[in-house]
């Protein structure tokens, strides 16, 4: 059974730093993984979509890197600012006969002015 | 705008009354799907739908009810709800199951008393 992790379960930093979150898998057989974002009380807005072949993609400060082998992905965010403070979520699309998304708990950040 | 719609936002029930939660997409996709939200338990999933006509279950369906007769629509229903049924419910939809980002809609708040 997939299992997702997330580590830390909480990070407050201040503005301007370069920050990694991660998230780890116990089983290598995905499709993809993805990382989103909520707000309080929001539903989930998409960031990055790797998918199983792909090592990282990029969309402007935040990076997501892929090593399935390992069963890990991390989220590096630069130059943070205020506005980042959310919760962050990694979920896993598995493969095999019931394929399923799988969503790690989730890392809130909060960046401080 | 593409999105996907919930209705309604928040919902305070008896024991017992059956309810729907109605969740419509506009970008003619393939796949949607149910989760709910629990602190400490993360995202589950509890149903999802391929195509029209075709659904299956998630990790915790016991309790629920699905249908997919529109591509555009996939309602939630409780046909008895109880109180361990108080949750944040999320509804989800892809172009297809694999390969593509999940967009989420903004959930739905259910209390049962």
């Known amino acids: 059974k997939q299992e997702v992790t997330q580590i830390p379960a909480a990070l407050s930093v201040p503005e301007g730093e370069n920050l990694v979150l991660n998230c780890s898998f116990t089983d290598s057989a995905i499709y993809n993984l993805q990382w989103f974002r909520q707000d309080p009380g929001k539903g989930l807005t998409s960031l990055l979509l790797i998918q199983s072949s792909q090592r990282e993609q990029t969309s402007g400060r935040l990076n997501a890197s892929l090593d399935k082998s390992s069963g890990r992905s991390t989220l590096y965010i630069a130059a943070s600012q205020p506005g980042d403070s959310a919760t962050y979520l990694c979920a896993v699309l598995t493969q095999g006969g019931s394929e399923k998304l799988v969503f790690g708990k989730g890392t809130k950040l909060t960046v401080n002015p | 705008e593409a999105q996907v719609t919930q209705n309604p936002r928040y919902l305070i029930t008896v024991t017992g009354k059956k309810l729907t939660v109605t969740c419509s997409q506009n970008m003619n996709h393939e796949y949607m799907s149910w989760y709910r939200q629990d602190p400490g338990l993360g995202l589950r999933q509890i149903y999802y739908?391929?195509?029209?006509?075709?659904?299956d279950k998630g990790d915790v369906p016991e309790g629920y009810k699905v249908s997919r007769k529109e591509k555009r629509n996939f309602p939630l229903i409780l046909e008895s709800p109880s109180p361990n049924q108080t949750s944040l419910y999320f509804c989800?939809?892809?172009?297809?199951?694999?390969?593509?980002?999940?967009?989420f809609g903004p959930g739905t708040r259910l209390t049962v008393t």
């Open positions: 739908s391929m195509n029209v006509e075709v659904t």
């Open positions: 989800a939809s892809s172009l297809v199951r694999v390969g593509y980002e999940q967009y």
